[in-house]
């Protein structure tokens, strides 16, 4: 061989050397430092992909839908995917999506490099098929899912709502949010350089639950009609608000619960916040006369009094203690010895001061606590207040004889309803119940809710004594014929600036029917009514509402008359 | 005689089984799940049509190969031409590299490697003496070479064409050709090379994206920092068989010219250095067989048989691991494809052949 060739070859195999070494250090530089971050890298080929859960379901003690979830589309356009020849079919795109068709030409004549532009908010499903079935290239919807609330817009108040970022703000959904939520769900996984899931890829899945149904005791469609006569009777009586609870005296289920004025929980933003407050548990009221009741039945319980006792309802003042003390001015002057019942049923001040004297001071704040007076009744409802009932030491000379006749005393509806209630099913304090069942997404029932007695206030014979002497004779507004209707109605006058007004009043009444064995308890409060002459008493305004309500139910759930077997 | 050749002759043999071991091994365990199992049993067809290409190349006389002379060179240009014949050729990604047969597809420029390691060897010593001469010994060279270049170009398989330019030049350059032809020629090449890169933008950026990964990784940088992923997060002993994810669709061209980046992230790199190993084993033993012919006609087939190897391996494990610009070229023995297994593997037999020193010397004149 030439030594040229020597020489060339060495050289060739010398370039062989540097190419083997050249690699071999690469490779060890990519052994020993890594050259880049592999597992930053790969950590972003994780995929996080999460499920919303269906919110649960509000129904009524019939099935009826009171709120559910609805999907709807936010529609807008991808600017950089438009294509001109499109622009044939904005017309019919401005119609279904309601917006103006300048808006779209407009949009559709300028390029651009936007990626959204929004369009339309809360279009339904039928409508959002018809934008998708035009076919325009950039146009799509983003699906959503809204609350919708189907109920009478007076159980606004007990269902609640979901603010803007679908947080429960009160009611049921508040109540009940940990039931009503659900559970989301995700699915984490790797992808592939497609960016399609890897099959092999570490993952973790997370199935969602849906939210649970929750069945309430109230029936809609008596909360409706009741609805309807409150609107009637607050026009009619220029209230400022009417509020009607009716429960089962024996459960404290609350059939329907109405507050007037009320709001749509669909659109609660568009109403002032006083308007969303829930009166029912919020306001106060002096209960006036209805009171007496609960102080007849408390004399009655712990035998202070009997039935045959009569009481001299002429005097305008008495003895307690001691002490002369005057007693409040009837409704009319009652000239004439009274025994309980006719007390009760005359709705005589004086007597009832009377009454209270011979009860006691501490026994009558006794039997008020214990009816419930003063202390929330634990509905659950958002902003339950405890009203106001003061302990003996706060009370002055006037309270005793002021007491019992609902004066010097404040509570709410419920209160005084749960505690007329206690009266009406023999003697037992109920707590309210708004919830019956809870149902989890495949129907199956999670949770019953069993009515739940607080405490017993009175004895069963009490309640019964009770009974009979609250039974309405033919003269009440309040009276049904062969319906054995027990009620009594209140008048209190409001405080305005601190005094007593002579103008305002709250006019109240409570009552249950049969007045054995009762089905239904019916409480119904106006605030501020107004009649042509006279004062608007709790008997002449409240009481016909009552009746309204009782013959409403007794038509909707066919109650047989019952012929008096006296 | 026999022993001196036999340790190499070995060696050759048993780093060639080792590599493609290891490429079926990857073929199976990285490749996508639907096709690994078809694509394994292709690549195992295709080596038994390997192991009869390296029988008959191992056992035929190559001196009567020779006599064959410039037939060689029309059939090797034969076989570049099939490509362009309509219906025959079959187009892939734009360009014309393969010819099918029904469901077979082969890339006639592999098989052309050998025609063309015969026909250079044989043209190159067709002439016992170096005349220093500018036409005889610079510009027919050049221009014979550059037409089986240009018919490369055409497909176009830039990355063959480099090679085979490559593979020509180093035989021409070993063989004697004047220094003051090579360098202006070389500069030349380099500046055709750097025109022909300019007036494809693509190349241009790929070639540019290589030296500025960070920034181009979303784009013309894509393939090699996938690579690089591989090679990070296999780090030395390799995440373990089946477990690289880079296979999914992150790396292109898994199953070939990136197979290299899969071994390192399922088996690491100390196993990159096996294969690296082997391939210096193939050619320095190529090297040193070829050292042992007396035939100059036997030396250049040796010489340019180890160039085909060992650069397509160069090539391949440099654009993997970032020295080089990304260029789609094949690991030899270790990617899938029948037809680069073939060649490789008549290659080696080639080099086995002339282990076996059973050719007389040739007295006069042997260069």
Redesign the interface.
């Known amino acids: 061989m030439l030594p040229v060739i020597k020489n060339r070859y060495r050289f060739l195999v010398g370039i062989f050397i540097a190419g083997f070494l050249a690699i071999s250090v690469r490779l060890f530089y990519l052994g020993k430092y890594g050259g880049i971050d592999a597992q930053l890298t790969q950590q972003g080929r994780q995929r996080v992909q999460t499920e919303t859960a269906f919110r649960g379901s509000i129904i009524d003690c019939k099935g009826r839908c009171l709120a559910n979830q609805l999907a709807v589309y936010e529609v807008g356009v991808d600017l950089t995917q438009v294509r001109k020849e499109d622009g044939g079919k904005l017309g019919i795109l401005a119609d279904i999506l309601t917006v103006p068709i300048d808006k779209l030409q407009a949009l559709w004549k300028v390029p651009s490099d936007r990626r959204w532009v929004p369009l339309a908010k809360n279009i339904k499903e039928p409508s959002y098929k018809k934008v998708q079935a035009l076919g325009i290239k950039g146009v799509y919807g983003n699906k959503v899912l809204q609350r919708c609330y189907l109920h009478s817009p007076s159980l606004s108040y007990i269902v609640g709502f979901l603010n803007k970022d679908n947080q429960p703000v009160c009611g049921i959904e508040k109540m009940m949010q940990f039931y009503l939520k659900g559970q989301g769900g995700y699915l984490t996984y790797e992808v592939n350089g497609k960016r399609e899931p890897l099959p092999v890829g570490r993952c973790k899945q997370l199935n969602s639950n849906n939210g649970c149904t929750v069945e309430l005791t109230i029936d809609d469609r008596l909360q409706s009609l009741i609805e309807a006569i409150l609107v009637e009777a607050k026009e009619k009586y220029h209230a400022i608000s009417a509020q009607a609870l009716v429960t089962y005296p024996y459960t404290g289920e609350v059939i329907a619960f109405v507050n007037v004025p009320y709001f749509d929980s669909n659109h609660y933003n568009r109403y002032p916040i006083e308007r969303l407050t829930n009166r029912s548990v919020v306001n106060l009221f002096e209960p006036g006369s209805t009171y007496k009741s609960i102080t007849i039945s408390a004399a009655l319980d712990c035998g202070a009094i009997n039935t045959t006792e009569q009481f001299d309802c002429s005097l305008s003042s008495a003895f307690y203690k001691g002490k002369k003390r005057n007693l409040p001015r009837d409704w009319k002057p009652f000239n004439q010895l009274m025994r309980v019942d006719e007390v009760l049923s005359h709705s005589s001040n004086r007597g009832a001061a009377q009454i209270a004297f011979k009860l006691g001071e501490e026994r009558l704040y006794e039997y008020g606590r214990k009816f419930g007076f003063g202390q929330s009744t634990q509905s659950g409802l958002e902003g339950e207040t405890n009203g106001i009932f003061k302990p003996v030491e706060q009370w002055d000379g006037l309270t005793i004889t002021r007491l019992p006749m609902g004066h010097g005393i404040a509570c709410t509806i419920l209160q005084l309803h749960y505690a007329v209630s206690a009266i009406a099913n023999g003697g037992k304090l109920m707590y309210p119940q708004f919830i019956r069942r809870i149902y989890d997404q495949d129907g199956d029932i999670v949770q019953t809710f069993e009515p739940k007695v607080r405490r017993e206030v009175i004895k069963p014979s009490t309640s019964k004594l009770m009974c009979q002497m609250l039974l309405s004779d033919h003269t009440s507004k309040a009276f049904i014929k062969n319906y054995h209707v027990a009620c009594k109605t209140g008048t209190a006058q409001k405080i305005i600036n601190g005094r007593y007004s002579h103008s305002e009043y709250v006019s109240s009444i409570t009552g249950f029917f049969p007045n054995t064995n009762p089905r239904v308890h019916i409480t119904v409060v106006l605030d501020n009514p107004h009649i042509r002459v006279g004062v608007p008493y709790g008997s002449v305004t409240a009481a016909p509402v009552f009746r309204k309500i009782a013959q409403t139910i007794i038509a909707y759930w066919g109650i047989e008359p019952m012929p008096s077997t006296l | 005689m026999h022993s001196e050749g036999s340790g190499c002759r070995s060696l050759l043999i048993a780093c060639s089984c080792v590599l493609v071991a290891y490429g079926l091994l990857i073929l199976y365990s990285a490749a996508q799940?639907t096709t690994s199992a078809h694509r394994f049993a292709k690549q195992c067809y295709w080596l038994g049509v390997a192991c009869l290409f390296f029988l008959v190349f191992s056992k035929i006389n190559l001196l009567q190969l020779r006599a064959m002379g410039k037939w060689l060179g029309w059939i090797t240009i034969g076989l570049l031409l099939l490509v362009f014949i309509p219906g025959f050729g079959r187009v892939v990604n734009g360009s014309r590299r393969w010819v099918g047969i029904g469901s077979v597809r082969m890339q006639p420029s592999e098989l052309a490697k050998i025609g063309f390691v015969l026909f250079l060897s044989y043209w190159i010593t067709k002439n016992k003496q170096v005349r220093q001469n500018f036409i005889e010994d610079f510009v027919r060279p050049l221009s014979i070479v550059g037409f089986f270049c240009l018919l490369l170009l055409l497909e176009p398989d830039f990355g063959t064409a480099l090679l085979f330019g490559s593979v020509a030049l180093?035989a021409l350059?070993?063989?004697?050709m004047p220094l003051r032809f090579i360098v202006p020629a070389v500069g030349l090449a380099i500046g055709l090379f750097a025109f022909l890169v300019y007036l494809n933008p693509v190349r241009f950026s790929r070639i540019l994206s290589f030296l500025d990964l960070e920034n181009t990784r979303m784009g013309t940088g894509y393939q090699l920092?996938?690579s690089?992923?591989?090679?990070?997060?296999g780090?030395?002993f390799g995440r373990g068989l089946g477990l690289g994810?880079q296979q999914?669709?992150?790396?292109p061209e898994v199953h070939t010219d990136f197979i290299g980046a899969v071994l390192?992230e399922e088996l690491?790199?100390?196993h990159?250095?096996v294969v690296?190993g082997c391939?210096?084993a193939i050619?320095?033993c190529g090297?040193k067989i070829t050292?042992q012919q007396d035939h100059p006609f036997l030396f250049y087939t040796g010489?340019t048989s180890v160039c085909f190897l060992?650069l397509q391996a160069?090539i391949n494990?440099?654009v993997i691991?970032?020295?080089l610009p990304t260029k789609g070229m094949a690991l030899p023995f270790l990617s899938y494809g029948g037809s680069n297994l073939v060649a490789n593997f008549s290659l080696v037999g080639l080099l086995v052949n002339l282990s076996y020193r059973r050719y007389p010397p040739i007295e006069a004149g042997?260069?």
């Open positions: 799940p180093l350059f070993v063989r004697g920092w996938q690089l992923v591989a090679f990070s997060s780090k030395w994810h999914f669709f992150f790396l390192a690491g790199i100390v990159v250095f690296l391939f210096a050619a320095f090297l050292w010489l060992t160069f494990l440099g691991t970032g020295l042997g260069s």
